[in-house]
């Protein structure tokens, strides 16, 4: 997989709307004070899942535009 690209597979649109549904839940279970650390947790398992730092960095990159 080249790290040029965000991604080769991506998820359907029912399958982003179920982890957005996932995540917005665990969101709600978590206490707010930790809610950043739950985020950065979960960020770093699944740049382990991804083991690709710049895929990683490329992910970050997508995600901070247009906040």
Do not use: C, R, W
């Amino acid at each position: 997989m080249s790290s040029q690209h965000l991604s080769q597979q991506t998820l359907t649109v029912p399958g982003l709307e179920q982890v957005y549904d996932q995540l917005a839940t665990a969101i709600d279970a978590v206490d707010p004070a930790k809610t950043e650390l739950f985020l950065v947790k979960l960020a770093l398992m699944n740049a382990n899942a991804l083991a690709d730092p710049a895929l990683f960095q490329a992910h970050i990159d997508a995600a901070v535009k247009d906040l």
